[in-house]
């Protein structure tokens, strides 16, 4: 059960995009379409942005998309905002009612 | 509207034991599977637990398997983690969250365990 790789920090400027990469196994995300996105402003409650891989929940903005290839998911923010500035968590079930996160991703715009 | 309130965080000294509870309303416990999250003071998201929708079925990580367990109570519409054996590692807040096609749509505001001597 080790963390979801991803990078420690990513950056944009406004209307430019932005892709964070979540690296696990094929027991993980490579085995389930089940790789879900968090967003997490401080001190705030981790809001849902993907799920499946690359369904979006009702009043998620179209400027987020998820994709996955082989062991490998990806987030990507379209259009960065000054409200995108947060941190993202990947999350993946790896089989059996386990679930694994990611190691988070600090987003900033400049 | 739908909330989960989360109840029970507390400072307690090293081996001791706490239960936290998570309170839902405006939907039907026993209709969804159910997870608890944590996330130490500066730290990221670390996933907990998840338990089925009529308990039947449950998952833990590997770094509290056979010191936490997760339980429900569908009629009080109430989900629990008893966690014993608490260590220094385990201070964080702890979060009840709703699972949705995969992904925790729904998470209560959290409360906050404290292990310290």
């Known amino acids: 059960q080790s963390a979801l790789t991803q990078p420690p920090s990513a950056s944009g400027s406004p209307g430019q995009s932005v892709t964070i990469s979540c690296t696990g196994t094929?027991?993980?995300?490579?085995?389930?379409?089940?790789v879900s996105w968090y967003q997490q402003h401080p001190g705030k409650v981790p809001k849902l942005m993907i799920s499946?891989?690359?369904k979006r929940p009702s009043g998620v903005p179209d400027r987020f998309s998820g994709s996955k290839s082989g062991n490998t998911a990806s987030l990507t923010v379209s259009g960065l905002q000054a409200d995108d500035e947060a941190d993202y968590y990947c999350?993946?079930?790896?089989?059996?009612?386990?679930?694994?996160f990611g190691t988070g991703t600090k987003v900033t715009v400049l | 509207e739908v909330q989960l309130v989360e109840a029970g965080g507390n400072s307690v000294q090293p081996g001791g034991s706490l239960r936290l509870s998570c309170a839902a309303s405006?939907?039907?416990?026993?209709?969804?599977?159910m997870h608890w999250v944590r996330q130490a003071p500066g730290k990221g998201l670390a996933w907990v637990s998840r338990?089925?929708?009529?308990?039947?079925?449950?998952g833990y990580a590997e770094s509290v398997k056979g010191r936490f367990t997760i339980s429900r109570d569908n009629a009080q519409n109430t989900l629990h983690l008893q966690m014993n054996s608490l260590r220094a590692e385990d201070t964080a807040v702890y979060y009840c969250?709703?699972?949705?096609?995969?992904?925790?749509?729904?998470w209560g505001q959290g409360t906050l365990v404290t292990v310290s001597s």
């Open positions: 969250a709703r699972e949705y096609s995969g992904g925790l749509y729904y």
């Open positions: 405006g939907f039907t416990l026993r209709s969804y599977w």
């Open positions: 338990i089925n929708n009529d308990g039947s079925g449950t």
């Open positions: 094929s027991s993980d995300v490579g085995a389930y379409n089940y």
């Open positions: 499946e891989v690359s």
């Open positions: 999350s993946s079930y790896a089989g059996s009612n386990v679930f694994v």
